[in-house]
């Protein structure tokens, strides 16, 4: 029994790990690969097809990781309460009446960390990725930017028990300082999301030019050009989204958190009977 | 097929057993009806048949259930599923696909039956329900009386012996319910289905319900028995059967049709016409008042010329067929649409073109789901929110003041004991107080209120009752929206019917209350040359004919 | 109309051809092509109007231009290479001073094809594909995921029906929404009727029969052979970009994609459930699917008479004409085959 436990968590352990840094390393491949490609003889072709090959190969780090969590986070209730948090969270990403904020705002981290933080990493996990699809899928947004964006609200749910640590040690749970911390994650997230897309649309805006026209072009440069396009692109909107983050776990978070934790018992609950022969049952209820 | 044993059970976390002793037996083929006042666990019982308590609720249950031969909770819900089908309350939360035949289907997808298996049983559960027409539609473009038709199918499709339904129909109107009720009855006698059902609408059921099972009464478990037996030791029943009672009849009539036979000596000493006008004076201006409104949607016409007139101390009942306009009424008077012509008046200051909040100081208006409303964490503050939202920011005296004014309303609401409660753990009733509490808190001086009687049970039903009538007293003026006969005969000072968009009728209530079979309560069928509507006017009237 | 798996396969065929080539005459072609098929579509769709899925809020074409100019100006900007020098911003700005060059502006618009085609390619496949049938795509080992994403579909509609009743019951009580602080009164109610909603939901499951516990367990053995597959798959990749290591890169990777699939297939399987609703594979979906054969081989297969040279496509260092094989351009018309099936009424 304690063998196979740990073997479990070693396969866990494993699976976190490799998928993660693939999916961090496929990212910022751009910049790794001119380091790369002068000691190698690629034709043309090979590079052209590199965009989209990367986005495959993340897809398929989504794929291991999705099974991973999947197994390990759900029973009917917890089904049934996933299945209607992302109807409830695709329904305010489209709700554009609703959400009256500038550009690069997005009300979906919001819930996507508070349940990630109070539920746990896995089922924050899964609704970041699925309210992606499910809003991808109901809106015809089905692209390649699907994975990515995926993997990135993913993320965002997956790393907010992250606060944890932080919350315990100032004693915070219940007070303001709790919501602090959550919205300062949150504000992180807003950048790191747009940073980890810009990074996946990066080689398809820049093209395979730099990588081979000029043999000698050095990773600072790679990066200087990144900065230009980051710049260009999306800093004002990152930075509206973090602050939109920022706010609405300021403003709103203290009263979500009661409400999720309020509920929190009524879903993870389960029963074991301990009956035998039409004898008395016991009361077992447990936490996980 | 289904037996009881000194069945017991508590929830995790609370003191009190939802159920106590419990003993029964449910022969194959019976139809059998649940009753008792919310809180005396006619879910815990229902949930028990098929082992979501304890396995879904946790807790402790103590004695014997067997169903079919099988114990539910060594069994577990998985496999009870194949004998026992569960329709619950809510329509619209038992879905998982979005289409009714994916719907019906998903349950025998998930037993891994063939799929040729499968096809003949969604087709022949399609037949049975008569549901053939709606297979493929998307189930968000369903009534809620088609919903509940769609869960029966997906119940039914796995065969099961028995079905056990939770108040199928407190969130339909009576037309929906009426269908869902003569289906359930069709299937039981045909299909030889032992049904197991708890309803509120009791009269509808009780000419064709085999057994009655009464929960707590007068805090004993459960009696359960032939319908006669069982109402003879109960305080919850129907018009009829409760003037039954009173009189002494024998054997106690359960239909309009089996009273009759007990009327004809009453009937021919019954003086006509000695009716009292309603005591409402006429030389009042009204307060509120709607001149020929008319609201469109896209190129329908909802409200065509609607004129209507409500006086301050009377309660005033509109009722209507679905689909007549009630609700777009009730939401054009608070500002929630715009109509395309006509004003609306209270207090002699034209409301149309102010700002909601304005108008909503003058104009309470309590809408069908008041969970819509409730998002504090206590009762009283929710009540404090909405002095705050009209108030602005307040100052300390301000708060205080604010503090006395609520706590005295729920004082007033009967729920001053919960003023520090979670709204949403609070009973269907007192949630609906809470929320009630909320809209009258700024005190306006007239209320309108939308089907407020959805879901709630006979005791929540007569609070809601007095605690309006006793606001009526002190002059606010009432307009009632319900598709509840039996609270309408009861409360109202006037009535009117709104149908496709115009007022077909408004005045006294026993006159317009006769005018449509559909809106007529019971009393008022079993003497159709009186003025009584209620079984307390009945008794009034034929004891002073025999005084 | 035509089968799900059918449409993936002529998507598939569009990006691997998006990607292979650079040469404008060819990409110019494809979203000609991909235009095409959209269009009939969009046609058909709007001819069949009582069901409203899917119809897109803007149009994709003046989408795929402005792709194409910004792409173009974004990159003239950025890169300062090539010889026709248009003007020159002052080197003072930071990373935007410098030459404007023709060959900056052709590689951007290049890149701008490209985005464009593939923007254009997945736009067909939603206006092609119903969410059912996208629904459907999840492997039966994700059951658990399907199962939420269904119960999401089904309930979205309502959720968004709930919001506006939230909206009116807050506003009668003198809500008015003023900053993200006036919000509360509105996503709350939202947020605990739906987890209200969950758990009868739950319970209205689990009445039904559904154990999501049983079936699809993992094993130690799928999920160590997922991870595998993945770092064969990643060790693959790169073992390609090294010198020599090309042949056996691919092996690897392929190796990995097989080693994913055939525990995803194991898993399925131990998933007990029909789909008893299943699409029918017909004659022509036959034909779409050798359309789309005929593209990826004309562009990726080594085939002596045809001129792969003319794929690769540079503009650097001056401005030249592209090549072009009629062969390949008509071996493209393959993504052309759906139009034919798709007749608008």
């Known amino acids: 029994m304690t063998k196979r436990f740990s073997t479990s968590r070693l396969l866990s352990f494993l699976t976190y790990g490799v998928t993660t840094s693939m999916g961090l390393i496929l990212l910022i491949y751009p910049f790794l690969f001119p380091a790369i490609t002068q000691k190698s003889t690629l034709g043309q072709a090979r590079l052209t097809e590199m965009p989209l090959l990367l986005t495959l190969l993340l897809a398929l780090c989504l794929v291991v990781l999705l099974y991973e969590v999947q197994g390990q986070a759900v029973d009917t209730k917890l089904i049934a309460l996933l299945g209607i948090l992302v109807a409830i ?158 706010l609405l776990i300021l403003l709103l978070g203290s009263p979500t958190l009661i409400a999720l934790r309020r509920f929190k018992h009524r879903f993870t609950f389960t029963y074991r009977s301990s009956y035998s022969q039409g004898s008395k049952l016991d009361q077992k209820g447990d936490t996980t | 097929m289904i037996s009881f044993q000194n069945v017991s059970f508590s929830y995790p976390d609370s003191e009190r057993p939802a159920i106590q002793n419990i003993n029964l037996e449910v022969a194959p083929g019976t139809l059998a009806l649940v009753i008792g006042e919310s809180g005396s666990g006619k879910s815990t019982l229902l949930r028990c048949v098929n082992g979501l308590v304890p396995h879904f609720s946790g807790g402790s249950l103590q004695g014997n259930v067997r169903v079919n031969g099988l114990d539910p909770v060594q069994a577990t819900p998985k496999v009870m599923s194949r004998h026992v089908g569960f329709i619950f309350q809510d329509p619209e939360a038992q879905f998982v696909v979005d289409r009714v035949e994916d719907e019906i289907a998903f349950a025998l997808e998930n037993f891994a039956l063939p799929a040729e298996e499968i096809r003949m049983r969604v087709a022949e559960v399609l037949d049975l329900l008569s549901l053939k027409a709606l297979r493929y539609r998307r189930l968000e473009t369903l009534s809620g009386g088609e919903r509940q038709r769609v869960a029966m199918a997906t119940a039914l499709v796995m065969r099961p012996e028995v079905l056990v339904l939770d108040e199928p129909t407190s969130q339909l109107d009576p037309k929906s319910a009426h269908d869902v009720l003569e289906t359930l009855v069709r299937l039981n006698r045909t299909l030889d289905l032992t049904v197991l059902l708890a309803e509120h609408r ?39 059967v409760t003037l039954g009672k009173e009189l002494g009849w024998q054997p106690l009539p359960m239909t309009v049709e089996e009273g009759r036979k007990f009327i004809p000596d009453i009937e021919s000493r019954t003086p006509k016409s000695e009716t009292i006008p309603t005591p409402v004076s ?93 998002f504090a964490n206590s009762a009283l503050e929710e009540l404090m929110i909405t002095l705050r939202n009209h108030a602005g920011k307040m100052d300390a005296a301000g708060e205080q003041e604010a503090d006395r004014t609520a706590r005295a ?18 009973s269907v009733g007192q949630r609906q107080r809470v929320a009630l509490g909320a809209i009258t808190v700024t005190k306006p001086k007239t209320l309108l209120l939308d089907e407020p009687t959805r879901g709630l049970d006979y005791g929540a039903k007569q609070s809601l009752a007095q605690l309006l009538r006793g606001w009526r007293d002190e002059g606010m003026a009432i307009l009632l929206v319900t598709h509840d006969v039996e609270l309408a005969a009861e409360i109202a000072d006037r009535a009117a019917i709104l149908k496709q968009g115009k007022i077909s009728s408004c005045g006294d209530t026993s006159r317009v209350m006769r005018s449509s079979v559909r809106f007529t309560p019971q009393i008022a069928r079993l003497f159709p040359d009186t003025d009584w509507l209620t079984a307390q006017d009945a008794l009034i009237g034929i004891r002073q004919i025999f005084s | 109309m035509i089968h799900t798996w059918a449409w993936i396969g002529w998507l598939i065929s569009a990006l691997v051809a998006l990607s292979i080539t650079r040469n404008p005459l060819y990409l110019f072609l494809i979203l000609l092509c991909i235009a095409l098929v959209g269009w009939t579509q969009e046609r058909r769709l709007s001819s069949e109007s009582s069901q409203t899925q899917n119809l897109l809020p803007f149009s994709p074409f003046k989408f795929v231009l402005v792709i194409i100019t910004l792409s173009a100006l974004f990159n003239a900007v950025i890169s300062h290479f090539g010889e026709t020098v248009l003007f020159s911003l002052p080197e003072w700005l930071p990373f935007l001073g410098g030459p404007i060059t023709l060959e900056a502006l052709a590689f951007g618009a290049i890149n701008g094809l490209v985005l464009g085609g593939i923007f254009a390619a997945f736009t067909v496949l939603n206006l092609a594909l119903p969410v059912r049938s996208l629904v459907r795509l999840i492997p039966r080992a994700y059951y658990p995921v399907a199962v939420i994403t269904s119960i999401a579909i089904t309930f979205i509609p309502n959720a968004t ?49 559904f154990a999501s516990s049983e079936g699809g367990n993992q094993t130690s053995q799928t999920r160590l052979g997922m991870v595998l597959g993945l770092l ?62 005929v593209v990826i081989s004309a562009f990726l297969l080594p085939i002596p008479w045809i001129d792969q040279s003319t794929l690769h496509y540079n503009p650097y260092p001056i401005l030249n004409l592209p090549g072009f094989d009629p062969l390949i351009g008509a071996a493209t018309m393959g993504l052309l085959i759906p139009i034919f099936i798709i007749k608008p009424k």
């Open chain 1, 89 to 246: 969270n695709s329904a305010l990403r489209f709700m554009e009446v609703a959400i009256p904020g500038p550009a690069g705002f997005s009300p979906i981290f919001f819930l996507i960390i508070l349940t990630g933080y109070v539920f746990g990493g896995r089922f924050g996990f899964l609704l970041g990725v699925l309210t992606i699809f499910v809003s991808a899928i109901v809106t015809g947004g089905v692209g390649p930017w699907l994975p990515s964006q995926m993997f990135a609200a993913g993320w965002v749910g997956m790393s907010a028990p992250l606060c944890r640590p932080l919350v315990n040690k100032l004693d915070g749970e219940g007070k303001i300082s709790e919501v602090i911390i959550l919205a300062v994650f949150g504000a992180l997230w807003g950048l790191g999301y747009g940073v980890v897309m810009n990074l996946w649309t990066w080689p398809f805006i820049a093209g395979p030019a730099d990588q081979y026209w000029q043999a000698g072009i050095s990773w600072v440069e790679t990066l200087q050009r990144y900065g230009a396009y980051y710049l260009i692109t999306s800093l004002a909107w990152d930075f509206i989204r973090a602050a939109g983050n920022f």
């Open chain 2, 202 to 240: 009791i009269e509808r059921v009780l000419p064709f319900a085999d057994q009655l099972i009464a929960l707590n009464v007068k805090g004993n478990g459960g009696i359960s028995g032939p319908p006669r037996q069982v109402f003879a030791q109960t305080d919850i029943t129907p018009p009829v």
């Open chain 2, 282 to 374: 006429q030389k009042v201006a009204p307060y509120l008042q709607i001149h020929d409104l008319e609201v469109h949607y896209g190129n329908q016409i909802i409200l065509d010329g609607v004129n209507l007139d409500l006086q301050q101390g009377e309660i005033l009942v509109l009722m209507g067929p679905n689909g007549a306009g009630k609700t777009t009424l009730l939401r054009t008077i608070v500002g929630l649409l715009q109509p395309a012509k006509g004003k609306v008046i209270a207090g002699g200051v034209d409301i149309s073109n102010k700002r909601m909040d304005e108008i909503c100081r003058a104009v309470g208006y309590l809408p069908q789901d008041p969970n819509a409303l409730l």
């Open chain 2, 409 to 426: 309303l729920l004082e007033r609401l009967g729920l001053i004991n919960q003023a520090d409660d979670y709204p949403r753990d609070l």
């Open chain 3, 161 to 209: 029906r709930q919001f506006q009743h939230i909206r009116e019951a807050q506003a009668i009580r003198g809500h008015r929404v003023r900053g993200l602080r006036g919000w509360l009164p509105l996503i709350m109610p939202l947020l605990v009727g739906g987890l209200e909603r969950a758990l009868g939901l739950a319970e209205a499951m689990t009445a039904r029969g």
């Open chain 3, 232 to 293: 064969m798959l990643f060790g693959g990749w790169l073992l390609r970009l090294i010198e020599g290591g090309q042949l056996l890169g691919i092996g690897l990777m392929i190796l990995g994609i097989t080693l994913i699939a055939a525990m995803l297939w194991s898993i399925g399987r131990s998933v007990p459930r029909t789909n008893y609703n299943q699409e029918i594979w017909r004659f022509r979906d036959f034909l779409v699917l050798i359309g789309s054969m």
